[in-house]
């Protein structure tokens, strides 16, 4: 299955529990990184990617079939970020325009979260896969996209762990250089 699928969002939508269990399970931990990029807090970091999904299952029958659902949770999770900063803020004297609070505001109102960003986003790391030499690309994908530990690859590719790592680690500089304009977004699809 495909996150952007629209069989996904019309499983959720009939209240089919897999398929929003799907979307919890590849999604949590993006969404987790996303708010905690700039909330910094684990727990209210886990607190938002939490309300997150609530707020997908109660909007489910309001989402639309071509919706590009993580360009939605994204959009939502900085929203709820930004009502935290805000919450904070009316709490604390905000006269230190240095506030980090105040610095974090700013960089997320600013922070495109659109459908079309998630789009460039892919764009860009299928050309920078296509860019990275075979075995390169063969580890990288086998780390991020199929989740596997250094060592099952070194394993399954009958290489060493070290070679495995250096290969991730010229992979992700070649992400972290194409996607520079992006790196919130990169520090949870990558790191």
């Keep these: ?23 919890f399970d590849s999604s949590y931990d993006k969404i987790f990184y996303f708010a905690k990029e700039f909330v910094r807090d684990a727990d209210t970091s886990h607190g938002i990617a939490q309300g997150v999904f609530v707020k997908l299952w109660e909007k489910r029958k309001e989402l639309r079939a ?28 905000i006269d230190n325009p240095s506030n980090e609070n105040n610095l ?15 789009k460039e986003m892919h764009q ?16 990288f994908q086998l780390s991020r996209f199929e989740e596997l530990k250094n060592r099952e690859i070194a394993q399954r590719l009958n290489i060493s762990e070290k070679a495995v790592e250096a290969q991730i680690t010229k992979a992700l500089k070649a992400m972290k250089k194409n996607l520079h304009e992006y790196l919130p977004l990169v520090n949870w699809l990558f790191f």
Excluded: H
Aim: charged content about 30%.
């Design 124 to 139: 860009i790391i299928e050309q920078t896969l296509q860019q990275l030499p075979p075995r390169c690309r063969e580890i």
């Design 104 to 118: 974090g505001i700013e960089a997320l109102e600013q922070f495109d979260t659109s459908e079309l960003v998630i």
């Design 66 to 93: 071509d919706s590009n659902l993580m360009a939605w949770l994204f959009t939502v999770t900085k929203n709820d970020c930004l009502k935290i900063f805000r919450q904070q803020r009316k709490e604390i004297i």
């Design 1 to 23: 299955m495909e996150i952007l699928d629209k069989d996904i969002i019309k499983g959720i939508q009939n209240d089919e529990e897999k398929y929003f269990r799907y979307v």
